[in-house]
């Protein structure tokens, strides 16, 4: 009995915030870690932005 990995619960417990910067109008929020394969919407000019490129440290 040792295979007692769950994937779902891992990728839970390493759940961070990662701030994204919008290409377009240089606005900054954060997204889930969990969330950063999504394209994510600019909430101040709506451009699609997509996290993986626009990550700020
Ligand atoms: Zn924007």
Request: charged share 30%.
């Amino acid at each position: 009995m040792t295979d007692q990995h769950c994937p779902g619960f891992e990728s839970n417990k390493t759940l961070k915030e990662v701030r994204v910067k919008c290409p377009e109008c240089g606005k900054e929020w954060e997204v889930f870690s969990d969330e950063i394969t999504k394209i994510s919407k600019c909430s101040a000019c709506g451009a699609a932005v997509d996290p993986k490129t626009c990550t700020i440290k």
